[in-house]
């Protein structure tokens, strides 16, 4: 049961082969059992879950209700919830209960989803392993001393592990597409704007989004049918009209023209990932596609201009973690000054510390042209480059990480190479298009993640690319044997 | 040695929108702590700024009255710095890209004289909340009512030159935007507040010297004060030599002295950087057009045409259209009175002289304007006189009722009946034989001295009733005695 799809278990559900309460219950079981090994939670939300399944199997009785209503989902730590501790990984928010709620979470609530739980990440959304959470690491469920990705690992963690049907995620530099390419499931980060960044607690405004992680393209098109949309409440949200995501899953891949970017297979990439997306490819031209290599010259930009903003952004969007109303506040403050340093120095971890310091610096005077205002001249290069690249064709493919999910610990000294991990994502985040994560493929047991870009406001497109893959392909229905028979 | 004030001013001015900048909380003044504010102006995390159109729209209108290009495309910045009443710990504001660009206003001084202040800019920005240190004993507590309020920052050049030129300054900006009807004006509850910067240079010299910001300076009086604080202190300080610490201060008006507030050393590094939540406000040529054709009347518009259409000297068409309210009042009694000279006059006489002396508003008269307009058409008519009307008003200010009410109620119509002021005058010249024996023997020049007196027991004997009008030439004929 905890395999299957949304759209399976809206039928059953509509049919009474199961009520929701049982699903719910059905998975709450399985997070008492299963989580412990992972740590995918922060917080299992397990009477409110009741609650709405309860009224999730009211409102089906009555013939109403969609794909969603009375499906378990559970959502990343950062998206505020009404009611429900909401931490974003971080000591500072340890006693935050939001009296409101976020967009994203409150539309899929509109639409009958059942909230297990809140979902483990790194701290503020900074970091690529989960390893950056204060509510400690989360494992990988097809190896343990591996890191799931992040910083939606809990996410990915969760639903790869059947620990939810689906989950949200956010991405601010790849934070959905390479969590689910390191537990095997389907992530898609949708065009900047797509989704209401309201209620989402920010790391870096103009990169952070919204999107689904499940199991399957389909799934994800039913959750992005409800998180997506125009919302008065942000101002940078689109106004354009969202797509029909499901109805479009369908339509033949005949003609569809597919770029590689030389750049994503140079240096750096691992052979045996670079086979594995090869083989998706080849998949792709089954299906009626065209392969053309393409290029974008200022990929190797992206990590220096990435670093630069999202930190700045960052630096900016931390500061209301003060101490002063709401969330974490030192003991026994001498004065304001020590009441600030003491506050955010025990509530923030090393890495949230880390790049608050360089958006800081990046930010300040003398600096400012140097480093914030030449990432932004960047940054409208790789946009460039991504615009010119989809007039010639209708889908980018290459791989989301130059290698499978590595050991827990194994970069936590090493930035650098940590930084590296995002190469192929985060320029994604700095041109604001949408881009998807889908199961390809395993090296050495590890589950790889193709890359799939699409033009801005593309996601019905990218959606019909995955779903068709996947029509042809089982990579996205394997399961963890650590999450199978109990 | 011969020292020239150099002054500019930023002038931060509290828009009257109904709602806040950044969010749909109301504005206002007063209310119970923390009670006028949403998640936005709380800085809760997830809280997303909308920026609030009727602001922009009240900028563009202010841009027009001062002459000034618009920003067609302006941009929201954050400007960082931790403080408690500040939530997000950045406060939204304009910085390279302002709503309002260069701009200028003509001021015209008392003496007459008009001299050109340009206007650098002028943004939007949201205000931020306040620390009640009174309430709390050894903690300080946070009201975030007036977080996001919205506030115009008009920054003017340094073309200021003395503290008179600077109030007139002020004064015009302050009546500007009381027409324009995007403020209230009231200073007292900060809606206007001044930050002062100050230099002095030798006469002659092109360089300005070292300049101080005074800040927060909320009175037409107080500013004049403290510019003349801040001139004898610096110049005291350059007199002996000294130099000029670049510094904020603040005027004390107690002490009438300026006081360092923090020096440029330890000023903060605002990192500013375009606001990511809030997208580049662009308007079309159209909206702007729009703006500008539905502008108000402006006070000097008001002013030239109080000359033409209603006959009034420079002087008191100056006057009467200095504020909006005034001006208001002005035309609205004499909708009624039909006599602009007499209406000019007794506004800015008699009724300004009650307000003065209660120091009250002429929005707060306890005399409308329409009442006021029926006390000027009993002196038109003659029904009372100008003493009496004094009188009169007294009593409608102290709420006895409308002028003809208090008119009919105390008698004090002016007597008019020719027979009857005859024989009150016969009464008189017969009671002061001898004064009017000397009168006759008198001549001319001295009869005319002589007659005061007549007048003065006459108009006694009435109670002030008699028409001066007409008691004038009979007592004239009845003193010949022919």
Same mark, same amino acid.
């Given at each position: 049961m905890f395999e299957q799809s949304i759209a399976t278990l809206a039928q059953k559900l509509r049919n009474k082969e199961i009520s929701s309460v049982e699903l719910t219950r059905l998975?709450?079981?399985?997070?008492?059992?299963?989580?412990?090994?992972?740590?995918?939670?922060?917080?299992?939300?397990?009477?409110?879950?009741?609650?709405?399944?309860?009224?999730?199997?009211?409102?089906?009785?009555?013939?109403?209700?969609?794909?969603?209503?009375?499906?378990?989902?559970?959502?990343?730590?950062?998206?505020?919830?009404?009611?429900?501790?909401?931490?974003?990984?971080?000591?500072?928010?340890?006693?935050?209960?939001?009296p409101y709620e976020s967009t994203v979470t409150d539309r899929i609530q509109q639409a009958g989803a059942v909230m297990l739980g809140k979902t483990n990440m790194d701290e503020f959304a900074m970091g690529s392993s989960n390893e950056n959470s204060f509510y400690g690491a989360v494992k990988n469920p097809w190896n343990l001393d591996k890191v799931p990705g992040g910083s939606s690992g809990g996410s990915a963690a969760a639903v790869a592990a059947g620990l939810a049907v689906a989950a949200t995620g956010t991405d601010t530099g790849g934070s959905i597409r390479q969590p689910a390419s390191f537990c095997g499931i389907t992530g898609i980060k949708p !065009?900047?704007?797509?989704?209401?960044?309201?209620?989402?607690?920010?790391?870096?405004?103009?990169?952070?989004?919204?999107?689904?992680?499940?199991?399957?393209?389909?799934?994800?098109?039913?959750?992005?049918?409800?998180?997506?949309?125009?919302?008065?409440?942000d101002s940078t949200s689109a106004e354009t009209a969202t797509?029909?995501?499901?109805?479009?899953?369908?339509? &033949?891949?005949?003609?569809?023209?597919?770029?590689? &970017?030389?750049?994503?297979?140079?240096?750096?990439?691992?052979?045996?990932?670079?086979?594995?997306?090869?083989?998706?490819?080849?998949?792709?031209?089954?299906?009626?596609?065209?392969?053309?290599?393409?290029?974008?010259?200022?990929?190797?930009?992206?990590?220096?201009?990435?670093?630069?903003?999202?930190?700045?952004?960052?630096?900016?969007?931390?500061?209301?973690?003060?101490?002063?109303?709401?969330?974490?506040?030192?003991?026994?403050?001498?004065?304001?000054?020590?009441?600030?340093?003491?506050?955010?120095?025990?509530?923030?971890?090393?890495?949230?510390?880390?790049?608050?310091?360089?958006?800081?610096?990046?930010?300040?005077?003398?600096?400012?042209?140097?480093?914030?205002?030449?990432?932004?001249?960047?940054?409208?290069?790789?946009?460039?480059?991504?615009?010119?690249?989809?007039?010639?064709?209708?889908?980018?493919?290459? &791989?989301?990480?130059?290698?499978?999910?590595?050991?827990?610990?194994?970069?936590?000294?090493?930035?650098?190479?940590?930084?590296?991990?995002?190469?192929?994502?985060?320029?994604?985040?700095?041109?604001?298009? &949408?881009?998807?994560?889908?199961?390809?493929?395993?090296?050495?047991?590890?589950?790889?993640?193709?890359?799939?870009?699409?033009?801005?406001?593309?996601?019905?497109?990218?959606?019909?690319?995955?779903?068709?893959?996947?029509?042809? !392909?089982?990579?996205?229905?394997? !399961?963890?044997?650590?999450?199978?028979?109990? | 040695m011969n020292w020239e004030v150099v002054i500019g001013l930023e002038i931060h001015t509290q828009l009257s929108t109904q709602s806040k900048l950044f969010s749909g909380a109301a504005v206002g003044f007063g209310a119970e702590p923390n009670t006028q504010t949403t998640l936005v102006d709380l800085g809760m995390p997830g809280a997303l700024p909308?920026?609030?159109?009727?602001?922009?729209?009240?900028?563009?209108?202010?841009?027009? +009255?001062?002459?000034?290009e618009i920003g067609m495309t302006s941009v929201f910045a954050r400007k960082n710095y931790f403080y408690p009443d500040l939530p997000k710990g950045y406060q939204t504001s304009q910085m390279d890209h302002p709503i309002v660009g260069k701009g200028y206003l003509d001021v015209t001084l008392e003496d007459g004289t008009t001299s050109r202040v340009g206007i650098t800019r002028a943004h939007l920005e949201e205000d931020a909340g306040k620390s009640l240190h009174e309430d709390f004993q050894g903690m300080t507590g946070i009201d975030l009512n007036r977080s996001s309020t919205p506030l115009l920052e008009i920054v003017?050049?340094?073309?200021?030159?003395?503290?008179?030129?600077?109030?007139? $300054?002020?004064?015009?900006?302050?009546?500007?935007?009381? $027409?324009?009807?995007?403020?209230?004006?009231?200073? /007292?509850?900060?809606?206007?507040?001044?930050?002062?910067?100050?230099?002095?240079?030798?006469?002659?010299?092109?360089? $300005?010297g070292t300049r101080t910001e005074i800040k927060n300076v909320n009175s037409f009086r107080f500013i004049e004060k403290a510019i003349y604080t801040e001139i004898e202190r610096q110049a005291d300080i350059l007199e002996d030599g000294g130099r000029i610490i670049q510094e904020t201060r603040l005027y004390d008006p107690e002490k009438n002295e300026t006081r360092s507030m923090r020096s440029k050393e330890d000023a903060n590094d605002y990192r500013y950087f375009p606001c990511p939540d809030l997208l580049p406000v662009v308007l079309t040529q159209e909206y702007v057009d729009e703006i500008k054709a539905n502008l108000p009347e402006l006070p000097n518009q008001k002013a030239a045409r109080f000359q033409s259409e209603h006959g009034l000297s420079e002087y008191d068409a100056n006057v009467l259209s200095s504020s909006r309210a005034m001006a208001d009042f002005f035309e609205q009694a004499n909708d009624i009175a039909k006599d602009p000279k007499l209406t000019a006059n007794w506004v800015m006489g008699e009724l300004?002289?009650?307000?003065?002396?209660?120091?009250l508003d002429i929005t707060q008269s306890p005399v409308n304007a329409t009442a006021f307009g029926e006390l000027l058409v009993r002196i038109k008519d003659n029904t009372?006189?100008?003493?009496?009307?004094?009188?009169?008003?007294?009593?409608?200010?102290?709420?006895?009722?409308?002028?003809?009410?208090?008119?009919?109620?105390?008698?004090?119509?002016?007597?008019?009946?020719?027979?009857?002021?005859?024989?009150?005058?016969?009464?008189?010249?017969?009671?002061?034989?001898?004064?009017?024996?000397? $009168?006759?023997?008198?001549? /001319?020049?001295?009869?005319?001295?002589?007659?005061?007196?007549?007048?003065?027991?006459?108009?006694? /004997?009435?109670?002030?009733? +008699?028409?001066?009008?007409?008691?004038?030439?009979?007592? +004239?004929?009845?003193?010949?005695?022919?």
């Open positions: 998975f709450l079981d399985r997070i008492k059992t299963i989580d412990p090994q992972l740590n995918s939670y922060i917080t299992i939300s397990d009477t409110l879950a009741l609650e709405q399944a309860q009224a999730a199997d009211a409102l089906l009785s009555s013939g109403k209700g969609t794909s969603l209503t009375g499906i378990p989902v559970a959502h990343k730590d950062l998206f505020c919830t009404q009611g429900t501790l909401t931490t974003c990984g971080s000591k500072m928010l340890h006693n935050f209960i939001p !065009t900047y704007g797509r989704v209401s960044r309201f209620g989402m607690i920010a790391y870096a405004s103009s990169l952070d989004q919204a999107g689904p992680m499940a199991k399957s393209a389909e799934d994800c098109a039913h959750l992005l049918q409800a998180m997506a949309g125009f919302d008065e409440k797509e029909d995501y499901v109805s479009g899953l369908e339509a &033949p891949l005949t003609g569809l023209k597919i770029g590689l &970017p030389k750049e994503y297979f140079g240096d750096g990439l691992d052979s045996q990932v670079a086979d594995t997306i090869m083989a998706a490819v080849k998949e792709f031209e089954k299906l009626g596609a065209t392969v053309k290599e393409i290029s974008l010259p200022n990929l190797q930009l992206s990590i220096p201009s990435y670093y630069v903003i999202a930190p700045s952004e960052a630096s900016s969007n931390l500061s209301r973690f003060d101490g002063v109303r709401f969330g974490h506040r030192c003991e026994d403050p001498k004065d304001l000054l020590d009441m600030y340093m003491r506050t955010r120095a025990e509530g923030f971890g090393t890495e949230v510390q880390k790049r608050i310091m360089v958006g800081t610096y990046a930010l300040s005077e003398g600096y400012y042209d140097a480093y914030y205002l030449k990432a932004q001249k960047i940054r409208r290069l790789i946009k460039e480059d991504f615009v010119k690249a989809l007039d010639e064709v209708d889908v980018i493919m290459g &791989p989301v990480a130059p290698t499978t999910a590595f050991g827990i610990g194994s970069k936590t000294h090493d930035p650098v190479a940590m930084y590296l991990e995002d190469i192929y994502t985060l320029s994604v985040n700095l041109a604001g298009i &949408p881009a998807m994560s889908v199961p390809a493929g395993f090296v050495d047991g590890m589950p790889v993640g193709l890359q799939i870009m699409g033009n801005y406001f593309a996601e019905a497109k990218l959606l019909n690319v995955a779903h068709q893959y996947q029509q042809h !392909t089982d990579w996205h229905l394997q !399961t963890p044997t650590m999450a199978k028979g109990a | 909308v920026f609030n159109k009727e602001a922009l729209r009240m900028a563009v209108m202010f841009g027009h +009255a001062v002459n000034a003017s050049e340094p073309d200021i030159r003395s503290a008179k030129e600077a109030v007139a $300054y002020v004064k015009m900006i302050h009546s500007i935007v009381t $027409y324009l009807g995007i403020c209230d004006g009231n200073m /007292a509850e900060g809606s206007m507040r001044c930050d002062i910067n100050l230099s002095l240079r030798p006469k002659g010299q092109k360089e $300005y300004s002289k009650l307000l003065n002396q209660e120091q009372i006189n100008g003493k009496t009307a004094k009188d009169v008003l007294q009593a409608m200010w102290n709420g006895e009722g409308s002028a003809d009410t208090i008119i009919e109620d105390k008698g004090l119509k002016q007597v008019t009946d020719t027979g009857a002021i005859e024989a009150m005058i016969q009464t008189i010249l017969d009671a002061n034989a001898a004064q009017v024996e000397q $009168y006759r023997a008198a001549d /001319a020049d001295k009869q005319k001295k002589m007659i005061g007196f007549f007048v003065g027991q006459v108009m006694k /004997a009435s109670q002030g009733k +008699a028409n001066p009008g007409l008691v004038n030439p009979i007592l +004239a004929e009845m003193l010949k005695g022919e």
